[in-house]
């Protein structure tokens, strides 16, 4: 059976376990997000079929709009749409010119970049979401708004002579100074609260009042150092790396998609896994996993994977809200997985000096471990539910796949470039390029130059988020290191732990969770690195990737834990659950991404900062102690657990997980007895003596 043929199922009491259709990008990716939605496709569509596929591509945009921000852009655009994609197509070919021939001064390149890219916010996005579908094009005060973002911007082009002059150091700025650097900053602030949302806002305005009305800083000094300065502030790193790195990086995402390998990605993780216990959840964890190497948002990632692999999961057997909570927890982990690791690795290069070539090899043991956890999970749910795999006839062929293995090359040459020593732009350049050629191989891919310049103008609107968000973090990380809040926040956090280093670890983690809490993967990275990592690394031997990757984890974990999980809430509204519920059980599935960032703080052995004798043992333990904690969760090892195995489960886990040999030996001593205690259980349930649950059968005793 073809991979684009129908696949027909039910749950597995029916005896007959199902895939589903395979889906593929949209011809020209044209959303704002990383990865257009997911389209079923089928090669023999019946009128009601067609509507019924219609209706579920409409479902999936309104859950998206509800859920992610990024998504709330116009509708009708009317004949404004050619000044939005003029300005879109424009940037874009700036960043491939800059990509090719040098970027321009930190400055400059950051304003332009800023510049056209709020311009186009205040056209494509309205000022509610109400307003999404509004008729009659774009407003005259959105309007006036986009030609001020591009003004107070291109100022700085225009006056960068004067801005970076010794006059201004000695006669000081000119009162237009003060005017365009207050009209920026509140520009750049309002675009951010429109296609971002309005918690990163909070914390930025939060920052700004401390600057001000805490640090006792006027509000011309900091006006003028936070929109005129590259050192911090708006125009900081997190532009920088923005305007030279990631803009290029999400432009290669957008053309990848093109070649629809999302289609690869989900068949492949079929072939893999579908036929095993839970397959279908096992493949939605795979495919997710792969779609989130190439994604930078959990919300879109889960929204447009959901669209296919939720039903599928619902009609092999799984509770609806389980199959949201699997796909928003895997989906989640995608925004670690190298190489783009949401777009945040780049920034993180910055921070900690260390190259970026090496920081996507150090994500990797920690990413496996996330998606390894995930998988366990899954199984154990399903075993302890009755769901089975897939029938060898309902998965995508081997040959199929290989026929579609050149779609992998763009990566891989990415990478190659990478460790080879090449710079992020140069390889992202050569991604790009690789990808384009590839979209010719095929029919179904191949572009056109309508299909071109759509192709352009998609790459910039991919971006528009993310460099709001770098820009509004900017003004947090500026305003942290610049008044010396970080160092207080870090004091008064050792002080209300007393000390203990494992309570400020859990402290710490806490507050990444509440700074992550609706923010995207970007800035939520930035924000966290600013606030909470010195933490660690200032006040403790704690490496500083260690503590970068401790912080990472756990902003990015903030999507899937209640209460404000927009992953998870994402993937209740695909699967038709309860959000709260999703939420919660979503939590319970990456229970191992909450338990890794402690090991590698611990032990950083699994971030490479060690020997291969203090690797191995860390990596058996921990998949040792994550294995028995999400049999515990689930409620089923062997057999069925009780309350009391559930609890040794957990501590003995807790023990294994704890890098110290002698306790995970414990851990591993009490997780033997309960096996040992199922097992005989379970040949007691065979021989009718008691049932898997450990009840004694009546009939059987009466025998007896």
Request: with cysteine.
């Amino acid at each position: 059976m073809t991979p684009a043929g129908k696949r027909k199922g039910s749950r597995p009491a029916d005896g007959e376990p199902s895939a589903g259709a395979v889906p593929v990008q949209n011809d020209v990716p044209g959303s704002p997000t990383a990865q257009d939605p997911v389209v079923p496709r089928d090669d023999h569509v019946a009128p009601d079929s067609a509507e019924t596929l219609h209706d579920g591509e409409e479902h999936a945009q309104e859950v998206l709009r509800e859920h992610d921000t990024a998504s709330r852009f116009r509708t009708n655009l009317g004949w404004w749409a050619w000044v939005v994609g003029g300005l879109s197509v424009a940037l874009t070919l700036f960043h491939l010119y800059t990509g090719v021939f040098g970027s321009r001064t930190s400055l400059i390149q950051g304003a332009i970049h800023l510049g056209g890219a709020t311009s186009i916010i205040f056209l494509l996005y309205p000022a509610g979401k109400k307003l999404v579908r509004r008729k009659g094009g774009v407003p005259w005060y959105d309007v006036l708004l986009a030609l001020l973002g591009l003004a107070v911007n291109l100022f700085i082009v225009v006056e960068y002579s004067h801005l970076t002059s010794n006059i201004v150091q000695i006669m000081g700025y000119r009162g237009i100074d003060y005017a365009v650097a207050v009209l920026g900053i509140l520009l750049t602030l309002e675009a951010t609260r429109r296609c971002v949302g309005l918690p990163i806002v909070v914390i930025a305005l939060g920052a700004i009042a401390y600057a001000i009305f805490g640090a006792g800083q006027s509000w011309q000094d900091f006006a003028v150092s936070t929109y005129f300065t590259a050192r911090s502030g708006i125009f900081g790193t997190p532009i920088q790396v923005s305007s030279t790195f990631i803009f290029l990086f999400l432009l290669f995402a957008v053309v990848l998609i093109h070649t629809n390998i999302g289609a690869f990605f989900n068949d492949f993780a079929f072939r893999l896994t579908g036929r095993f216990t839970g397959g279908p959840a096992k493949a939605a964890v795979a495919a997710s996993g792969l779609q989130g190497m190439i994604s930078g948002s959990s919300v879109a990632n889960t929204v447009a994977s959901g669209s296919f692999t939720i039903p599928i999961m619902k009609k092999a057997g799984f509770r609806p809200h389980f199959a949201g909570a699997a796909e928003a927890t895997a989906s989640t982990g995608g925004q670690i997985m190298p190489p783009i690791m949401g777009a945040a690795a780049f920034i993180m290069a910055e921070y900690t000096g260390i190259p970026y070539s090496q920081i996507i090899i150090i994500a990797i043991i920690p990413a496996a471990l996330y998606f390894l956890g995930a998988f366990l999970s899954v199984h154990f749910e399903a075993k302890r539910h009755g769901i089975k795999g897939l029938l060898r006839s309902e998965l995508p062929s081997w040959k199929s796949l290989l026929t579609r293995i050149d779609l992998l090359l763009p990566l891989i040459v990415i990478v190659w470039m990478m460790l080879s020593g090449f710079s992020p732009a140069r390889a992202a350049l050569w991604g790009v390029g690789v990808a384009f050629v590839l979209s010719f191989l095929r029919k179904s891919t191949r572009l056109s130059f309508t299909g071109i310049v759509k192709t352009l103008e998609a790459g910039a609107r991919t971006a528009l988020p993310v460099i709001a968000a770098c820009a509004t973090a900017g003004i947090v990380a500026g305003t942290v290191t610049g008044t010396g809040l970080g160092g207080r926040l870090g004091n008064s956090l050792i002080d209300l732990a007393q000390g203990n280093f494992l309570l400020v670890l859990l402290l710490t983690m806490i507050a990444c969770l509440v700074l992550g809490m609706g923010l995207p993967t970007t800035a939520n990275y930035v924000v966290t690195a600013t606030v909470a990592a010195p933490i660690l690394y200032n006040n403790f031997d704690v490496p500083l990737i260690s503590a970068h990757m401790f912080v990472f984890f756990f902003g990015i974990l903030a999507d899937i834990t209640p209460p404000v999980c927009l992953a998870a809430y994402a993937g209740s509204g695909i699967a038709g659950s309860n959000p709260l519920r999703t939420g919660v059980t979503a939590l319970r599935l990456a229970i191992a991404g909450f338990l890794i960032p402690f090991v590698f703080v611990l032990e950083p052995a699994l971030l490479l900062e060690g020997t291969i004798g203090e690797l191995i043992p860390a990596l058996v333990t921990v998949i040792l102690g994550m294995t028995v904690i999400a049999a515990a969760l689930a409620g089923h090892l062997v057999v069925r657990t009780q309350v009391w195995e559930k609890t040794v489960l957990i501590v003995s886990g807790v023990m294994m997980v704890y890098p110290s040999i002698p306790v995970s030996i414990v851990g591993m001593v009490l997780a033997a007895v309960v096996v040992v205690v199922q097992v005989i259980r379970r040949r007691n349930a065979g021989t009718g003596g008691s049932d898997s649950t450990g009840r004694v059968d009546p009939k059987a005793a009466a025998t007896a």
